[in-house]
Every structure is written in structure tokens, then in C-alpha cells.
Nanobody
Framework: QVQLVESGGGVVQPGGSLRLSCAAS????????MSWYRQAPGKERELVAA???????NIADSMKGRFTISRDNAKNTVSLQMNSLKPEDTAVYYC???????????WGQGTQVTVSS
């Protein structure tokens, strides 16, 4: 059974930091690219950051310099380090796994991040 379980969300003040983690199970983690998406109320889900099976990373332009994505293949986890958070970063953050051939895609249940003073 495939599972993606996000953790680390919460409430933080502007300028603060959070680290999200996604624990994966039920598939061969090293064969999958991993990514983080987010969805704010009333908005479409958008890509935040991605890391390929080989470790190449891609960060959305509005988050470059603030967010970092990493993966630990030994622990089957992917993390998103978020610094200098802004109120507009408030959203539900989702973890996604996609196989190298693009056929298989899995989503986590999401974790809420709220940036507010």
C-alpha cells in the first residue's frame, strides 16, 4: 500500500522557518521523482519544488533563495526547508511521487502551513 505522509506544518510568524517532511512507503522510492505542491484557498495547486530520482532539483521562481528541497533515499523521505516565510506562503502543502516513466503518481494528504503574525 502506497503511503505519503507529510508532517511539519504549523503556524509561524512572517520571516520564520518551517521544515516539512514526507515519509514514503509502499513503492521503490529511488525510482521516483518527488515534489512539493501547495494550494491556497481559492487558488490552483502549484508546484513549489521538485527533486528527481537522481537528485536534480527545481524550485519555483517565487521561492528560489528561500526554499530548499532534499531527499534521503536511506530513509525514504523528502523534505522542504522553508525560510523567510511570507503570509502569501500560507497554503496546504502536498507531497507527490511520480515514477520515472510518468505512469505512476501518488499524493499525500497535505499539511497546513499558516504564516501570520
Amino acid at each position: 500500500q502506497v503511503q505519503l505522509v507529510e508532517s511539519g506544518g504549523g503556524v509561524v510568524q512572517p520571516g520564520g522557518s518551517l521544515r516539512l517532511s514526507c515519509a514514503a512507503s509502499g513503492f521503490t522510492f529511488t525510482n521516483y521523482g518527488m515534489s512539493w505542491y501547495r494550494q491556497a484557498p481559492g487558488k490552483e495547486r502549484e508546484l513549489v519544488a521538485a527533486i528527481s530520482a537522481g537528485g536534480s532539483t527545481n524550485i519555483a521562481d517565487s521561492m528560489k533563495g528561500r526554499f530548499t528541497i532534499s531527499r534521503d533515499n536511506a530513509k525514504n523521505t523528502v523534505s522542504l526547508q522553508m525560510n523567510s516565510l511570507k503570509p502569501e506562503d500560507t497554503a496546504v502543502y502536498y507531497c507527490k511521487a511520480e515514477s520515472r516513466n510518468g505512469i505512476w503518481r501518488y499524493w499525500g494528504q497535505g499539511t497546513q502551513v499558516t504564516v501570520s503574525s
